[in-house]
């Protein structure tokens, strides 16, 4: 009597991703706004933004759970932006990249910046959430734990030294403008024309009225001051 040993072979799944949605659109914030490009939303986020723009990536994470070569083909544009939600939270990002890299597409990742990762991208687009970012009590634990992880500045000088980037703030008053001079020093060795600030907001009348208090700071600076174009066009909408 024996016993036979087969081998057994493990197939690894196939990366995947939740995804809140995607669609082809205009850029509408940044170095390159206007410019045509697919938006591959992924669904979860490590932070809890208190005037987050898109609760169903963050707040109230949604969406199925698809492989990546079906996100790459559902591109149909020459850019593409992988945004969130937190899409460096997630491994299956890097193979993505890769695949969309293969394919000769331009890449924006759009990030907060508390994690860094080493992946294809030709736009690193950092937004560093600011004190006002942060929910109140009302969130339960999400407000400690927000404001514990809200900026990581090791990996904030790391992805400012690897890529190629821009730093976009969101700013709600003129008196902003001290934390983020703060946070630019702590980095170090930011060019003053990456550094991007937008008003916050969710309609366009709104954005366009406080964006009107920002433009002196900006120009004393030497800082952008970005559009929120999609706001302008399409209104707050999914999908725009």
């Known amino acids: ?26 850029q509408g914030e940044g170095q390159w706004v206007g410019v045509p490009s697919t938006f591959i939303r992924v669904s979860g986020c490590n932070l809890r933004c208190v005037w987050c723009d898109t609760p169903y990536a963050s707040w109230r994470p949604e969406g199925p759970v698809v492989d990546v070569t079906a ?10 932006v992988l945004t969130g939600g937190e899409p460096m939270l997630f491994d299956a990002i890097e193979p993505l990249a890769g695949l969309l890299r293969e394919r000769g597409k331009t890449i924006t990742i759009e990030t907060a910046g508390t994690i860094h990762r080493s992946l294809p991208c030709d736009l ?3 937004s560093p959430k600011l004190a006002h970012s942060t929910p109140g009590p009302e969130a339960g634990d999400w407000s400690a734990r ?13 992805l400012t030294r690897d890529y190629h980037h821009q730093l976009k703030f969101v700013v709600r008053e003129p008196g902003d403008f001290d934390e983020i001079e703060a946070l ?22 709104s954005v ?11 120009m004393a600076r030497g800082w ?15 999908g725009t």
Do not use: K
């Open 208 to 218: 366009r009225v406080a964006m009107r208090e920002l433009v002196e700071p900006c």
């Open 224 to 238: 952008r001051l970005t559009p929120r174009l999609h706001l302008d066009l399409f209104g707050n909408t999914r």
């Open 1 to 26: 009597m024996f016993t036979r040993w087969y081998a057994l072979t493990i197939v690894p799944s196939t990366p995947s991703l939740r995804i809140a949605e995607v669609f082809a659109s205009i």
């Open 184 to 205: 630019l020093e702590q980095i170090g060795g930011i060019t003053p024309g990456n550094v991007m600030v937008m008003a916050e907001g969710t309609d366009a009348d």
């Open 146 to 158: 927000h404001e514990r992880d809200r900026l990581n500045l090791e990996a904030l000088r790391q």
């Open 124 to 126: 690193m687009s950092i």
């Open 71 to 80: 996100l790459a083909d559902r591109v149909t544009t020459d850019h593409v």
